[in-house]
T-cell receptor, first 108, second 114 residues
């Protein structure tokens, strides 16, 4: 039952370029989506959220876009840095349902 | 350092045994939740405690149980361990009464069931 889907298990980008991580959902009933990142041997840490009434939220290098008609959201990281290399999870707030995660590797 | 501490960090059990995992928070948040993260998957919600009462539960059988203590520390107990219980178990405290529920996670306890 993949109500929150991150279809790309991994993504590799060059330092300084844009990273785009995608997330699709099937149930339209939500109030927020959140993004978390996870480094090895650490718990996930909160990165950014977006409300269902918004289509964009920006925080420094991180921007999340929400397309409700397509039931799709994306996290943009610009410019990408090697320290951004981590696993990124998309999470629906109502029931704390996590996607499977995307492993981002930023190459120097 | 997130202020959420979990113990033990690693442990190995055999099928049929019981395990207790522990979680404490420096900040004393009164909401704690537990997650199971199997290899290659995202964390799955097990249950949440608020002021020592279970306040929500995911799709896990009753052999997964928990406790929250007056000092806001918490335990996850798993009885009759099965091989599929092998996973990283994460504890999280929660901030944000309104709006997005931001979770602060511990580093996790990695359980291996042989």
């Amino acid at each position: 039952d993949q109500q929150v889907k991150q279809n790309s298990p991994s993504l590799s980008v060059q330092e300084g370029r844009i990273s785009i991580l995608n997330c699709d959902y099937t149930n339209s009933m939500f109030d927020y989506f959140l993004w978390y990142k996870k480094y090895p041997a650490e718990g996930p840490t909160f990165l950014i959220s977006i409300s269902s009434i918004k289509d964009k939220n920006e925080d420094g290098r991180f921007t999340v876009f929400l397309n409700k008609s397509a039931k799709h959201l994306s996290l943009h990281i610009v410019p990408s840095q090697p320290g951004d290399s981590a696993v990124y999870f998309c999470v629906r707030n109502n029931d704390m349902r996590f996607g499977a995660g995307t492993r981002l590797t930023v190459k120097p | 350092e997130t202020g959420v501490t979990q113990s033990p960090t690693h442990l190995i059990k055999t099928r049929g045994q019981q395990v207790t995992l522990r979680c404490s928070s420096q900040s004393g948040h009164n909401t704690v939740s537990w997650y199971q993260q199997a290899l290659g998957q995202g964390p799955q919600f097990i249950f949440q405690y608020y002021r020592e009462e279970e306040n929500g539960r995911g799709n896990f059988p009753p052999r997964f149980s928990g406790l929250q203590f007056p000092n806001y520390s918490s335990e996850l107990n798993v009885n009759a361990l099965e091989l599929d219980d092998s996973a990283l178990y994460l504890c999280a405290t929660q901030t944000g009464s309104y709006g997005a529920n931001v979770l602060t996670f511990g580093a996790g306890s990695r359980l291996t069931v042989l």
